[in-house]
């Protein structure tokens, strides 16, 4: 095997050969909403129940979220492709034209959406120019009639039937 470039385009090119799903990240602080978006999103322990995410140490919308007492994730559906798109956007309003639902803690989820995962913020782990989030469960709301969006070589895609 020979030497490969390993920039950051050559990765990305690489990584984007792996589909993934797509979830959004959200929370209500103040009456604003704040959220962003991954793909991924992987589901790590049973017991406990603990799910993560990486989210880009550059983010500024992390900071925001991560002293939180609790985040909503939703698993965006089909028809969300340009919702992924606007929650991963550096300005504006990511939830423009979508119906939010907030729980007393402050958690913030998308209606439509496949999977709620009501949580808490179990440990941060530092990973190159990301950081891992595991979080632990606390509630979780499955919406079996949407099927979830996937991303897949830079482009948002539906599952076949």
Sequence with gaps: MSATDLSPSTLREAFGHFPSGVIAIAAEVDGALIGLAASTFVPVSLDPPLVSFC????????????????????????????AARTLAA?????????????????????EGTSVWVESAI????????????ILRVADIKVH?????IVFHRSTFRRLGA
């Design 144 to 148: 079996p009639a949407v099927p979830p």
């Design 90 to 110: 550096k300005t504006g309003d990511r939830f423009a034209g979508l119906s939010t639902v907030s729980t007393e803690s402050g958690a913030v989820f998308i």
């Design 55 to 82: 989210v880009q140490n550059a983010s500024e919308t992390w900071p925001k979220l991560r002293d939180l007492p609790r985040l909503g994730i939703s698993v965006l559906g089909e028809s969300h492709d340009e």
């Design 122 to 133: 179990e440990q941060l782990v530092p990973a190159g120019d990301h950081t891992i989030v």
